[in-house]
């Protein structure tokens, strides 16, 4: 089933390196081809254990360029018992267009796709692709056409990007980085300035910070970085390549920022599917809620909890701060994911799973936002730990601000309606003339312990207000 938000049942990659030698010789390796058909055997054979009901294929620049391509796709065919489409370059650059339109939140910007063949750029706004382009610039045959020379390579990555108008489409607008030698690079990066959230897609940088940092891979000797045993030994050759690309793509396009997605053509080929109606779905809100009827003891709860929180927010008149709609009704849906574990582990459990869940559709300060504000719906206002720490690090202010009063207002509502759906709508509660007012009916009046009291008042204090329990 196709979903807006799918979930990864089984993700493994195998690096053939089938366009290790197409750039010199015109033909893909023999032993690259056999790993890769070896592979698409296990995968075959994996597929069917799971009973894997339509097995989508494509064959990309290493295939398209190579002599024997053809060949080779007939092998693979073989291999996997389905099809093969071989795509264009303009195909695949729209594929992964496609692929950051499923992955983040009204992307507006230049996609750059480097495999190992090639280069893809196509520019995406307004939920749709433009125009995509495809050049002979992936790692493996830069490596190739250079003869393993930076230098050399330099010269050959300048000549194919001043042929490009989608280059000069990137400036001030963001570069989405797709491809595994930029996420390696971006690894590197995390490591190298103690980054707090060890998650990639989402990751944002200055162009700045990224053009100082890709000419330092460039000239490095990167063996010697404790990092690096975090990127495989198959991709470290590419990594020079892949950072003098990055570089020249900011040199000559001047983006506003990177932003490094763990989507791309395979989302596409997912996202196209869709209907219209669901292509316009939020990734994030479609997670959230799937979360909640998996986690939370009464699913319904959470469109109660909603209503609950948004009318206090309203009727305080706080300003936002650039928190979205989505992102309120995002951490009502993932407040109660974390009532299984132990009481003294759900905050910190929760702020994991959170921080760590395959989330598309939100950027790393609003993912510590969401894992930070269940970190105190569960540990209280006061608590910390080393890892909540770290995310507040992720924080401006204003918006830590918010995690803990919509933390503190989750802990006045769980005591209240012990997470069951009904109770919350019985009663009101909103900010009138100076006063945090929580009224309830007659029949809900033995609610009001002792221990809701002092929640809700420490609520009013953050809301800078006095609390007071009514009659309705």
């Known amino acids: 089933m196709v979903a807006r938000a799918p979930a990864q049942v089984f993700n493994e990659k195998e690096m053939a390196g089938l366009g290790r030698q197409v750039a010199s010789t015109g033909r893909l390796a023999t032993d690259a081809m056999e790993k890769a058909v070896a592979a698409l055997m296990r995968f075959r054979i994996l597929c069917e ?11 990309t620049a290493a295939a398209r360029y190579a002599s024997n391509g053809p060949e080779f796709i007939a092998r693979a065919e073989e291999a996997i018992g389905q099809p093969i489409e071989l795509i264009s370059g303009d195909r695949e650059a729209e594929l992964s267009g496609l692929g950051i339109l499923s992955g983040f939140d009204n992307p507006d910007g230049v996609v750059g796709d480097l495999g190992g063949g090639s280069l893809e750029l196509i520019s995406v706004a ?18 190739d056409r250079s003869k393993n020379s930076l230098r050399q390579a330099e010269k050959i990555v300048k000549d194919e990007l001043d042929k490009l108008p989608q280059v000069a489409a990137m400036r001030g607008r963001d570069f989405y980085a797709v491809g595994g030698t930029w996420r390696a690079l971006a690894t590197l990066h995390q490591h190298q300035v103690n980054y707090p959230l060890n998650v990639m897609h989402g990751y944002a940088l200055s162009a700045r910070d990224v053009a100082d940092f890709v000419k330092l891979v460039e000239k490095a000797d990167l063996t010697g970085l404790d990092s690096i045993d975090s990127v495989s030994s198959a991709r470290r050759p590419l990594l020079a390549y892949g950072a003098l690309v990055l570089d020249e793509l900011i040199k000559r396009g ?79 849906l993932l407040s109660d994911i974390g009532w299984r ?44 730990s080393a890892a909540a720490a770290a995310l507040r690090s992720l924080l401006p202010p204003p918006i830590l601000e918010r995690a803990l009063l919509l933390a503190a207002i989750f802990r006045v509502a769980y005591l209240l309606s012990a997470g069951m759906a009904g109770l919350l709508p019985r009663m009101q509660a909103s900010c009138v003339d100076g006063r945090l007012v929580l009224r309830l009916p007659e029949d809900l009046r033995q ?10 008042k420490q609520l009013a204090k953050l809301l800078g207000r006095e609390h007071e329990i009514a009659r309705l």
Not at 49 to 59: C, E, F, H
Not at 126 to 143: E, F, H, I, N, Q
Not at 360 to 367: K, S
Not at 447 to 456: D, K, N, T
């Open 341 to 384: 574990a132990h009481p003294d582990y759900r905050g910190e459990q929760s702020m994991n799973v959170i921080a760590h869940a395959y989330f598309t559709g939100v950027d790393h300060v609003e993912r510590a936002f969401l894992a930070l504000s269940i970190f105190h719906r569960y540990a209280g206002l006061k608590s910390s």
């Open 254 to 332: 001047r983006p506003r920022s990177i932003i490094i997605s763990a989507q791309g053509v395979r989302e596409g080929l997912l996202h196209e599917q869709l209907s219209p109606a669901e292509r316009a779905a939020d990734p994030l809100l479609r997670s959230a809620r799937d979360y909640n009827h998996l986690r939370a003891r009464d699913p319904r709860h959470a469109d109660d909890l909603i209503a609950w929180s948004r009318t206090i927010l309203e009727s305080a008149g706080l300003p936002t701060h650039g928190l979205s709609e989505r992102m309120i009704e995002a951490v009502c």
């Open 126 to 143: 307004g939920g749709k692709t433009g125009r995509g382009a495809s050049v002979p610039l992936g790692g493996l045959a830069l490596l």
């Open 49 to 59: 254990a799971m009973n894997v009901g339509a097995i989508r294929v494509i064959a």
């Open 447 to 456: 609610l009001a312990s002792e221990r809701v009291i002092g929640r809700l």
